[in-house]
Structures are given as structure tokens and as C-alpha cells.
């Protein structure tokens, strides 16, 4: 029994250790961290500097200092008690609600992931050490961020979104994390999680590199995950370019695209580049292929001009099915646009292919042929 509580009382101890010591590097110490993060100090020359502070400030047994280092080591440089969350390839999105209730999505399926931060003290902490190492300012002036981390995990892309308790009915942060495969699936690795046959697979290739695509869905249905197989096929003679609000696609074997992302500023001061600023900026580059990862807003009608001039063309976007995309696609451009809606309609032919994506499977396939001046609506003819 004395044995039991003894073992107790240690694993409190090193924890109270573990969260000083966090403090002390997100406080005092927190331009060594940026200069980690920032690839000025290496990981050895970092974990040298913690050796020196622990043995200096938390004076304590040569072996109790060494498991405290390793506990901070892999606190920094993975997500503390996220990282196996992280590490499992089979799990897709992490969603923690409240210290206490952390969800994942694991094969599709939603679930409790079956960890807990001790407290809210410890949770909050943990999102302050989040943003500090991401770089960004968590505060009323900034309460709702998004952010990306490239560069903690060898397999994944980390896409964060963190909304503060200024914007919350709980009086808890809300994190959610989604993973971003950096290995991403080719056309054949689709074909055989059954995403595709091989016939639409061909199909939708050819079509892709000679007239403008638009996937559509709902969330995480699989459009980003075709389009990053799609871009892939693409002629090494084309100039590629790729504008999106986060780092979802890259490339593994093209030699000419370019990747440019958004970037939100972090207070009243700081410098802002939207989906629509960097999109009209790469519409000025010289480029036979311009994709968007995700048209959200006033950057549609900068693709829809980009496209109807004859420009190749490629994006994703929310819709519920493949002909009520375009639709959806004249909505966001009548934000920034004098066209009225049958203007507009009447220049989305230009989007010859319109794929629809529902749980990870492509379910439609429309070409659109026009427009009908009787029905005042696009014509389309099913290819799937």
C-alpha cells in the first residue's frame, strides 16, 4: 500500500516537474523555442541548453533528471499526449472538446480516443505550447486561428484550427487537428481502396489535362485526395500552380509546380494574404494550370475568370451534388462580382468536368455542355 502511494506521488512529482518546465520555455525561454522551430538550433544543441536549466533549477537524482528530459523532449517535439493520436496512420482527425473529452475519426468512424489531460490547467497550457511552437498568438484579439505544421511529423501535414473560450459557449479552448498524408495516394492506390475503377480513373485523367474540373462534396469525402492523385498526372511541360488556404496538397515527382498559401494576420498590425490576394497574384505568373484547393469565397470569381479566358483550371468545393456545384461556385463569386447570377451561369461551361465525392468513393461524373436559354440552366450529360 505504502508502495502504491509512494509510486503515486513520484508520477505526480515528475508531472509538476514536466508542466514547470514547459512554462519556464513557453515564458522566459520562449525565443529558444522559436529558434528550434525557426531551424536555427539544432535538436541536440536545444536538448543540451534543457540538460544545463534542469540540472541549474529542478536539482534532483542524475536518473529522475534524465526521465524528466526525455518527458520534455518528447513533449516538444511531438504533441505530448496527441502524439500516438498523430503516429496512427488510421486515424484521419483528432478533436479535443474539453480536457477530458478528446475524439478522434478513425477509419471514418468517429470515437473516444481513450486520453484525458489531467486538468484544464494542463490542457490550456498545452494550447498556449501549441501556438507558441506554431508560431501564432492565441488571444481575445486573435481567438479563433488556423495554422499548419509541416514540419513535427515525417507523415503527415498537421492542420490545426484552435477557437478560444472568447468565441465559445464553454469556457474550454477547442482544438481540432486533421492530418494530411505527405505520402499521398496515386490513382492506382485509389483504384484499390475502391475509390475509382479504372475506367473512370482514365476518364477523368484525360479530361482533367484538357478542359477545367471542378470536385465537389461534403466534408472529408475524399475531394482533396483525388485532386492531389489528379494534378499528379499532369505533363512535366506544364507550369503548375497550387493556391490554398493550407498545405493539404503538395507533390512528390512534378518538376514545375508551385505552391502558394494563404496567411491570416495575427492582430490588427500584421500582414494578411487571403485565398483572393494570392490567387490574383499567381494569376499574373505564367502558368498552364492553375488549381485551388478550396474555393471559400471572393477567390471563385478569380478562377471563374481565369478558366472562361481558357486558362486549365482546378478546385474543390463544398456542394451536394455534382450539378448544384457550379451553382455553388456563381454564389461565392457573386461576392466580389458586377455580374448578376445568369451572367455568371452562362460562363460556368467553361468547367467542362464536374466530379461529386461521397464517402471516399467518386459517385458522379457530369460534362457540362452548356447553357440552356429556355430552362435558363447549365446542360449536363452524365459520365458515371
Excluded at 499567381?282 to 502558368?287: A, C, E, F, N, R
Amino acid at each position: 500500500m505504502k508502495e502504491e502511494k509512494a509510486s503515486h506521488e513520484d508520477k505526480a512529482e515528475a508531472k509538476g516537474q514536466l508542466t514547470e518546465l514547459v512554462q519556464d520555455y513557453l515564458t522566459q525561454k520562449q525565443a529558444i523555442l522559436m529558434q528550434v522551430k525557426k531551424g536555427s538550433m539544432s535538436r541536440e544543441e536545444f536538448l543540451e541548453e534543457v540538460r544545463g536549466h534542469v540540472a541549474h533549477y529542478y536539482p534532483s537524482p542524475v536518473k529522475q533528471q534524465e526521465k524528466l528530459l526525455q518527458s520534455f523532449e518528447q513533449y516538444v517535439f511531438g504533441y505530448s499526449i496527441l502524439s500516438p493520436l498523430i503516429d496512427d496512420p488510421d486515424i484521419s482527425d483528432i478533436r479535443v472538446v474539453a480536457h477530458d473529452n478528446i475524439r478522434v475519426k478513425k477509419l471514418g468512424v468517429r470515437m473516444d480516443a481513450r486520453l484525458s489531460f489531467s486538468s484544464e490547467k494542463e490542457y490550456r497550457q498545452f494550447i498556449d505550447y501549441v501556438a507558441t511552437k506554431n508560431q501564432v498568438n492565441v488571444s481575445n484579439v486573435n481567438a479563433i486561428q488556423r495554422f499548419t505544421d509541416n514540419d513535427s511529423h515525417p507523415d503527415f501535414i498537421l492542420r490545426f484550427t484552435v477557437s478560444m473560450p472568447l468565441v465559445n459557449t464553454y469556457d474550454q479552448p477547442y482544438l481540432c487537428i486533421r492530418k494530411v498524408p505527405k505520402d499521398f495516394p496515386m490513382l492506382k492506390k485509389l483504384m484499390e481502396r475502391e475509390m475509382l475503377d479504372l475506367k473512370t480513373a482514365e476518364m477523368l485523367a484525360l479530361r482533367f489535362r484538357s478542359g477545367s474540373t471542378l470536385i465537389c462534396g461534403g466534408n472529408s469525402s475524399g475531394k482533396t485526395t483525388l485532386l492531389n492523385a489528379l494534378k499528379e498526372t499532369l505533363p512535366d511541360n506544364m507550369a503548375v500552380l497550387v493556391t490554398q488556404q493550407a498545405d493539404e496538397l503538395t507533390t512528390m515527382y512534378h518538376p514545375d509546380m508551385m505552391f502558394l498559401h494563404s496567411l491570416p494576420g495575427a492582430g490588427e498590425s500584421q500582414v494578411n494574404y487571403d485565398l483572393k490576394d494570392i490567387s490574383i497574384a499567381g494569376l499574373t505568373m505564367d502558368v498552364d494550370f492553375f488549381i485551388i484547393g478550396e474555393v471559400k469565397g471572393e477567390e471563385a470569381l478569380y478562377l471563374l475568370n481565369a478558366a472562361y479566358t481558357g486558362q486549365l483550371c482546378a478546385a474543390t468545393i463544398h456542394a451536394p451534388s455534382a450539378d448544384k456545384a457550379l451553382e455553388k461556385l456563381v454564389d461565392y463569386c457573386l461576392y466580389d462580382s458586377k455580374y448578376n447570377r445568369d451572367e455568371l451561369m452562362k460562363m460556368m461551361d467553361c468547367f467542362q468536368t464536374v466530379v461529386f465525392m461521397e464517402h471516399y468513393k467518386v459517385k458522379q461524373v457530369f460534362a457540362c455542355t452548356g447553357w440552356d436559354r429556355t430552362t435558363r440552366d447549365l446542360k449536363y450529360v452524365s459520365l458515371l
